[in-house]
């Protein structure tokens, strides 16, 4: 069998957890395996709907081993809570599974995140949620951070968290903020061990026997690669790398082991938080699209900024994540428009250009549009290619063009069953 990475290939929120819920399935194991709860997977099936923001998506299988990988940040306090929606539905969690590397978020780290982001001016601010991410990578990075093990060793515990509150004290005093309790801070972190204590393992033996074993795992990614802190829009970027080439690190899987990328894109472009985004619409079609995608980020609730197809935008996370195919999600929103438009260049100073400038230059781009005929009818009960409209095939295979990758998938509704599988991975082997 396969080993799968599910990534985003715009700026997050493109539909992953819907993906993912459809491909597990049939699925033996689901990592996530980069990330915190600073963004959802909104998944709907016979249990109803539920907005992940840790567990991963395939938990609705019973049959799979659903694991929180090294690479992710947990916030015990949201995860309990998490995992107490989720089992109110009727839904086993005793396949869940949380690495002992991962890193803890700890309650000082959203109290810092959201002071760091009020301290920003005006356009400097990032648009974080102020769950915390970022401070709890940064911690991991200079390597004073707490991992999800430690929560079961006392002594240890107590030696790492004495170390950081030292710091941590001092920049909320310059704050103006009161210090934080050692003793208070070692009892709610041995609490959350004492709770979670059985799904805190080791998952490197579990990864490996799944691996070796030919069975089918899925690597599921958070957010998309315009968020990418290496290669996104840099400073307005996630603190980890949601890319296919994280997936490795991140989930304790060998390079020599993915069989599989597929790049999670919606039929127009939404993002969360700051940045240049050169494809948004301030106008009644961007209205239209939030209003018919119900466009709200599934963290914040906040309205998302949309616009038409950024086909740059996806060329650019095509090359850098080795793309096998495509899922393209929410055709269905765009069924009722007379015009839809996709970006296919930028005008920079001038010039058309068709590569991804640095987020300065960026700022600066006029998106250059080509239209597209909508089809002005429902696609929501398409099941087959031959289901769909003329018009909407080819306006699909104009996103597989710029891709430059096939697409396998396409959704065409919120639930399970409304998706159509395409059988050929050609660009050419499906006819409009």
């Given at each position: 069998?396969?080993?799968t990475?599910?990534?985003?290939?715009?700026?997050g929120?493109e539909?992953k957890?819907?993906?993912v819920?459809?491909l597990?399935q049939?699925a033996?194991?689901v990592i996530?395996?980069?990330g915190?709860?600073n963004a959802?997977?909104?998944?709907?099936?016979?249990?109803g709907t539920?907005?992940?923001?840790?567990?991963?998506s395939?938990?609705?299988n019973p049959?799979?081993?659903?694991v929180?990988?090294a690479?992710?940040?947990?916030n015990?306090?949201?995860?309990?809570?998490e995992?107490e929606?989720v089992?109110a539905?009727g839904?086993?969690l005793?396949?869940l599974?949380?690495s002992?590397?991962?890193h803890?978020?700890?309650p000082?780290h959203?109290k810092l995140?959201g002071l760091?982001e009020?301290?920003?001016?005006?356009?400097?601010?990032?648009g974080t949620?102020?769950?915390?991410?970022g401070?709890t990578?940064a911690?991991k990075a200079?390597r004073?951070?707490?991992?999800m093990?430690?929560?079961?060793r006392?002594?240890y515990?107590?030696?790492r968290?004495?170390m950081?509150?030292?710091?941590k004290n001092r920049t909320?005093?310059?704050f103006?903020?009161?210090?934080l309790?050692?003793?208070?801070?070692?009892e709610?972190c041995?609490?959350w061990?004492?709770?979670?204590?059985?799904?805190?393992?080791?998952?490197?033996p579990?990864?490996?026997?799944a691996?070796?074993?030919?069975?089918y795992v899925l690597?599921?990614?958070?957010l998309g690669v315009?968020?990418?802190l290496?290669?996104?829009?840099y400073p307005?970027?996630t603190s980890?790398?949601?890319?296919?080439?994280?997936?490795?690190s991140g989930?304790g899987?060998?390079p020599t082991?993915l069989?599989?990328?597929?790049?999670?894109?919606?039929?127009?472009?939404t993002?969360?938080?700051?940045?240049?985004?050169?494809v948004?619409?301030?106008?009644?079609?961007?209205?239209?699209l939030r209003d018919?995608g119900?466009e709200?980020?599934?963290?914040?609730?906040?309205?998302?900024?949309?616009?038409?197809?950024d086909g740059?935008?996806?060329?650019?996370?095509?090359?850098?994540?080795?793309f096998?195919?495509?899922?393209?999600?929410k055709l269905?929103?765009?069924?009722d428009?007379?015009v839809?438009k996709?970006c296919v260049?930028y005008e920079?100073?001038?010039?058309q250009i068709?590569?991804?400038?640095d987020?300065?230059?960026?700022?600066?781009v006029?998106p250059v549009?080509?239209?597209?005929?909508g089809?002005?009818q429902?696609t929501?009960?398409?099941?087959?290619?031959?289901d769909?409209p003329?018009?909407a095939?080819?306006?699909l295979h104009?996103?597989?063009?710029l891709?430059e990758?096939?697409?396998?998938?396409v959704?065409v509704g919120p639930e399970?069953?409304q998706l159509v599988?395409l059988?050929?991975?050609g660009v050419?082997g499906?006819k409009?």
């Amino acid at each position: 069998m396969a080993v799968t990475a599910v990534v985003g290939a715009q700026w997050g929120d493109e539909g992953k957890g819907r993906v993912v819920d459809y491909l597990a399935q049939r699925a033996d194991m689901v990592i996530r395996f980069q990330g915190g709860d600073n963004a959802g997977h909104t998944v709907i099936n016979h249990y109803g709907t539920f907005k992940l923001h840790m567990i991963p998506s395939g938990i609705f299988n019973p049959k799979t081993r659903c694991v929180i990988g090294a690479g992710t940040v947990v916030n015990p306090a949201n995860l309990l809570g998490e995992i107490e929606e989720v089992e109110a539905a009727g839904v086993s969690l005793d396949n869940l599974y949380i690495s002992e590397r991962a890193h803890v978020v700890l309650p000082y780290h959203p109290k810092l995140d959201g002071l760091e982001e009020s301290a920003r001016e005006g356009g400097s601010k990032i648009g974080t949620t102020k769950r915390g991410i970022g401070p709890t990578y940064a911690d991991k990075a200079a390597r004073s951070g707490v991992r999800m093990g430690d929560l079961k060793r006392p002594g240890y515990l107590r030696e790492r968290l004495a170390m950081s509150l030292e710091r941590k004290n001092r920049t909320l005093a310059h704050f103006g903020m009161p210090p934080l309790d050692l003793d208070e801070m070692v009892e709610t972190c041995l609490e959350w061990g004492r709770v979670l204590g059985d799904r805190i393992v080791d998952t490197l033996p579990m990864v490996q026997e799944a691996v070796r074993g030919g069975h089918y795992v899925l690597l599921e990614g958070q957010l998309g690669v315009m968020r990418d802190l290496d290669w996104g829009i840099y400073p307005y970027v996630t603190s980890s790398n949601p890319t296919a080439g994280a997936v490795f690190s991140g989930a304790g899987v060998p390079p020599t082991a993915l069989t599989e990328v597929i790049g999670v894109v919606k039929a127009y472009s939404t993002a969360v938080g700051g940045g240049p985004f050169p494809v948004e619409l301030l106008d009644a079609d961007g209205e239209k699209l939030r209003d018919v995608g119900k466009e709200y980020g599934a963290t914040t609730g906040r309205p998302r900024r949309c616009g038409w197809f950024d086909g740059v935008a996806i060329k650019y996370a095509s090359w850098l994540n080795g793309f096998s195919s495509l899922a393209i999600t929410k055709l269905d929103v765009l069924d009722d428009f007379d015009v839809i438009k996709v970006c296919v260049a930028y005008e920079l100073d001038g010039e058309q250009i068709t590569r991804m400038p640095d987020t300065p230059d960026l700022e600066r781009v006029t998106p250059v549009y080509e239209e597209w005929a909508g089809w002005k009818q429902s696609t929501q009960d398409a099941r087959t290619w031959d289901d769909l409209p003329k018009a909407a095939r080819a306006f699909l295979h104009r996103i597989a063009e710029l891709a430059e990758v096939p697409f396998r998938y396409v959704s065409v509704g919120p639930e399970r069953r409304q998706l159509v599988v395409l059988d050929t991975f050609g660009v050419e082997g499906v006819k409009a």
